[in-house]
């Protein structure tokens, strides 16, 4: 796969955007806020992706899905991105419906990725125990009671646990807290004895949830993967669903870039354009380069998956320092030069603003993924 959309990429993009600015205007976004819609997105539009056959590019066709590639995904997030749509790809199919996708249990693929596939079914991934993103500081435990387990715990920063229907719990079954070894996904109803969810609040609109698991019983053939081997499943799950994200944000690079462009153009200050002001037009070319560059580490990390390459770790960690850094950038610079207006609830770039920071930080920060990077490369 090229750095460049193929044809049917392109027409995928179109109908995307198409969608996007039809259904989902930013307005959305915010009427979904300031109500404080129990959901948080729309079933109803989620189940039009699930029909368009978004929700299922990633899955096989013997599941439902489309069996395309994360270049058609990236394709339609970013599309997302531009519009701060609410939907829970990243949490549904990325996070959840890989997890169980790449965990092997054919039983529960067959039970629940058909209704990922055609928008019926919400997943989350609930794996996070401290306030940065750590994968293997897992304290919750699973214990094994016969044929089955019993798990005790806490997480928070579910994505979308509030509207889950299962719940993939990453769980400790031996060893201690930052090991590697030891770690089990178990698959959970979120209606089971002894789950308890409470929703939070995030700063860029989308939702997740504190999830409290009080001695729950899950039956040993509800356990994705092998025992104890988790974190061979979860990598690569986050690897994914980090290159997922990260085209999101291109996204809205691309949005927060378009708009802040067009006020430099119309904006007047001193009777002039302030777009004709050499500061900021260097600025602005700044933006531009930081954006041309960060599309690109994303395509190439999208193409080490769907090419089948074995750097995925490294482009995933790549791609998501990279985006990060240029998150902090554009968010800045477009906050800026839109000014005071910039800063109020009035103006939309501040929602551009707060999806990006969130971003940065979801899944991994800046200084996280550089530091992987290294030790993947061998520093």
């Not at 198409?18 to 009427?31: A, L, N, T």
């Not at 009671?145 to 299962?166: T, Y």
């Amino acid at each position: 796969m090229g750095l460049i959309l193929s044809e049917d990429q392109l027409i995928l993009r179109d109908m995307a955007k198409s969608f996007c600015d039809d259904k989902s205007p930013i307005d959305r976004m915010r009427r979904l806020r300031d109500t404080q819609d129990e959901t948080g997105f729309s079933r109803e539009l989620w189940k039009e992706m699930g029909e368009l056959g978004w929700t299922g590019i990633l899955f096989p066709e013997a599941l439902g899905g489309a069996d395309m590639g994360y270049g058609e995904l990236g394709v339609v997030l970013a599309e997302c991105g531009r519009v701060l749509a609410p939907e829970p790809f990243l949490s549904t199919v990325l996070l959840g419906g890989n997890a169980i996708l790449l965990g092997g249990n054919e039983p529960l693929q067959k039970e629940l990725l058909p209704d990922v596939c055609n928008g019926d079914r919400i997943l989350c991934l609930a794996f996070q125990e401290r306030g940065r993103f750590a994968p293997h500081a897992i304290e919750t435990s699973a214990t094994r009671d016969g044929d089955s387990f019993r798990i005790r715990g806490e997480k928070q920063f579910v994505l979308d646990g509030h509207m889950a229907d299962q719940i993939v719990v990453v769980a400790r079954t031996a060893g201690s807290t930052g090991e590697r070894d030891g770690l089990t996904l178990l698959v959970v109803d979120a209606e089971a004895n002894g789950v308890s969810i409470q929703r939070t609040e995030m700063i860029d609109g989308r939702n997740a949830a504190r999830i409290t698991f009080d001695d729950v019983a899950i039956d040993a053939a509800r356990v994705l993967g092998e025992i104890d081997g988790g974190a061979e499943i979860l990598d690569p799950v986050f690897d994914r669903a980090t290159i997922g994200l990260c085209a999101e944000m291109v996204g809205c690079f691309e949005e927060a870039f378009e708009r802040t462009l067009e006020y430099l153009k119309t904006r007047e200050q001193f009777g002039v354009k302030i777009g004709t002001f050499q500061g900021l037009r260097h600025r602005a070319a700044q933006m531009f380069g930081e954006l041309e560059f960060a599309r690109s580490v994303v395509r190439d990390a999208q193409s080490s998956i769907d090419d089948g390459r074995n750097d995925v770790a490294a482009c995933a960690s790549g791609a998501k320092a990279r985006c990060s850094d240029v998150a902090n950038l554009i968010g800045g610079e477009a906050i800026q030069m839109h000014g005071g207006i910039g800063m109020t609830d009035e103006e939309e770039i501040g929602l551009f603003f707060k999806r990006l920071k969130a971003a940065e930080f979801t899944l991994g920060d800046a200084i996280y993924h550089r530091n992987r990077y290294d030790s993947l490369r061998g520093y």
